[in-house]
């Protein structure tokens, strides 16, 4: 499909990114936000829709770039990270994840949005140093990365968390 200016039509991403953009200011804001997760068929609870803040507002100025959208967007498991456990509104367990997103950008030296095995090692020191029980660091990151590319995201870095504190 050709649009009529020619050439292909944008990319799905920064179609629905667009769509979704009501005032055109070039992001989305929060309460965008919720209406196109409405919109896609993934309504959140609002402890969810908090955990969805916490996760794809990256630079934590309330409001969703395209980069941020499209970096989100891109991953396989886009909506089930939002709806990481169903004890979402459990005691604790937003400041949680947001102290876990806050934890994961200090030792992502590269802000690449994945820590490779180089960032891990100073992660799994502090995370041992915290208390938090470690095997050793290569079955550590194994089993944070479970997509098996190398890296641990923020999605795998998370999850991993939320089942050591909260058992899911």
């Known amino acids: 499909m050709f649009r009529a200016g020619g050439g292909p039509p944008p990319p799905l991403s920064k179609r629905i990114f667009d769509k979704h953009d009501r005032d055109g200011s070039g992001e989305i804001e929060m309460d965008e936000l919720k209406e ?30 395209y980069s941020e959208f499209k970096a989100w967007w891109s991953k396989a498991d886009r909506f089930e990270m939002l709806k990481l456990a169903d004890s979402v509104e459990e005691e604790g367990y937003a400041e949680f994840m947001e102290a876990a997103v806050t934890h994961f950008k200090h030792f992502d030296g590269d802000q690449s949005g994945a820590i490779d095995k180089a960032e891990f090692v100073p992660l799994f020191e502090n995370l041992q140093d915290h208390g938090y029980p470690m095997s050793t660091l290569e079955q550590t990151i ?12 923020l999605t795998e870095y998370c999850k991993y968390l939320s089942k050591l504190k909260f058992g899911k």
């Open 36 to 65: 196109m997760m409405y919109d896609l068929g993934q309504p959140l609870s609002e402890a969810e829709f908090q955990n969805a803040i916490t996760l794809l507002d990256t630079d934590g100025n309330g409001k969703l770039s």
């Open 142 to 153: 194994k089993d944070m990365d479970t997509d098996g590319d190398g890296n641990v995201n």
